[in-house]
């Protein structure tokens, strides 16, 4: 089976051309039922694949792209999804405190008793918490 999505649009003209050529089913191999593709090829000469090509022709049409993905894209279309990339949830309380935190250690920076590089380390540590 291939790996790329397949085409509603694709499908539908081979099923109707399925109704004008003398041989049909290569919609169904094209969607990758190999079984119902070959049951249709080998009742070329009855008029039965032609009626129902025709039939499955318009129904690719009148379904809606979603519905067509989920029947014949399983697995390679991805579901949209509203928690694709969920918001993390932050405490307000631990803003407030980081916040006070980062107050205090630039006070301490300001007044000399932590170097640039503690504070940043310290600060990156803090504001870990939150992330």
């Known amino acids: 089976m291939s790996s790329k999505p397949k085409s509603r649009k694709i499908a539908a003209l081979l099923a109707f051309s399925g109704v004008v050529l003398p041989v049909s089913g290569f919609h169904k191999l094209y969607l990758g039922q190999p079984l119902w593709g070959v049951i249709y090829l080998l009742l070329w000469w009855t008029p039965i694949p032609n009626i129902a090509s025709a039939i499955e022709g318009v129904w690719y049409l009148g379904q809606s ?51 640039e590089y503690e504070f940043e380390q310290k600060r990156r540590q803090l504001l870990d918490r939150i992330a």
Do not use: H, M, W, Y
């Not at 509203?82 to 918001?87: A, G, K, L, Q, Y």
């Open 65 to 115: 792209q979603d519905e067509f993905d989920r029947k014949f894209n399983c697995g390679l279309v991805p579901e949209i999804s509203e928690n694709i990339n969920p918001t993390p949830v932050v405490d307000p309380a631990q803003v407030g405190a980081v916040a006070d935190a980062l107050r205090q250690l630039d006070s301490l920076r300001q007044e000399g008793l932590v170097s």
